[in-house]
């Protein structure tokens, strides 16, 4: 981490590849390995340190050398990530039936770790529950669950996106304070 501290590290959301998808091109001792947490969904936590001109993962070596557990840098992680919303300012666009976010161009789906924004802040947009398409890093749309034609929607923003689409399960809604994969049929 060139020196930094993990507690600079900033939630980072990923896909978590389908098991057997390819050979790995690096192999990585357990400590010199990311820091992931696994959401169930579809989704696995990272955790980035901003270097300026790039990011560096936060490695269980990391957090050995400083006795830190993952839960105590997950909670940095997500502090530091409503950090980064407050400074950088989340703007909601309407679109049709559904409302594009937009962050800083890398953390946008990883807004999703964000309770209080969908809980709270976005509440009033999405009256029947919330059902977002995050296909990428930086690509986050959602709608009203109930509403006709939100599914259609999404599913063009993830189509406009397919080249680049990383995301296996890029549907998900939240059920009781969790994001869960949403049946897409």
């Known amino acids: 981490m060139s020196g930094l501290s993990w507690r600079n590290a900033i ?28 959401l169930g969904n579809g989704l696995l936590v990272a955790y980035l340190i901003d270097e300026g001109d790039q990011f560096s993962y936060v490695q269980n070596e990391d957090l050995s050398a400083t ?5 105590k840098l997950h909670k940095c992680a997500i502090h530091n990530l409503y950090d980064l919303a407050d400074n950088k300012g989340v703007r909601v666009q309407p679109y049709g039936s559904i409302f594009a976010v937009f962050l800083d161009g890398n953390f946008e789906r ?37 509403t006709p034609g939100v599914m259609e929607e999404l599913r063009a923003v993830v189509d406009r996106v397919s ?18 994969q949403r049946d897409t049929a």
Do not use: M
């Open 163 to 180: 080249e680049d689409c990383d995301c296996p399960a890029p549907f998900l809604e939240r059920r009781d304070q969790a994001w869960v």
């Open 67 to 71: 006795g830190a557990s993952e839960a």
């Open 110 to 146: 990883s807004l999703l770790l964000l309770d209080t924004l969908w809980d709270q802040s976005l509440a009033e947009h999405v009256p029947d529950g919330v059902v977002v398409a995050a296909p990428t890093r930086d690509v986050l749309a959602f709608g009203n669950r109930a």
């Open 11 to 38: 939630a980072y959301l990923k896909p978590r590849l389908p098991d057997g998808h390819h050979e790995p091109v690096l192999a990585l001792t357990q400590e010199e390995s990311p820091v992931l947490r696994d």
